[in-house]
């Protein structure tokens, strides 16, 4: 699963993004 796949995530928490990747 992830973050940058889904644009209602990037859009709803830029930073839950980038802890996605991590």
């Known amino acids: 699963e992830s ?3 889904n644009p209602t995530y990037e ?3 830029l ?3 980038g ?3 991590i």
Do not use: H, V
Request: charged share 35%.
């Open 3 to 5: 973050a940058f796949d």
């Open 11 to 13: 859009t709803g928490s």
């Open 15 to 17: 930073s839950f993004a």
């Open 19 to 21: 802890d996605e990747r």
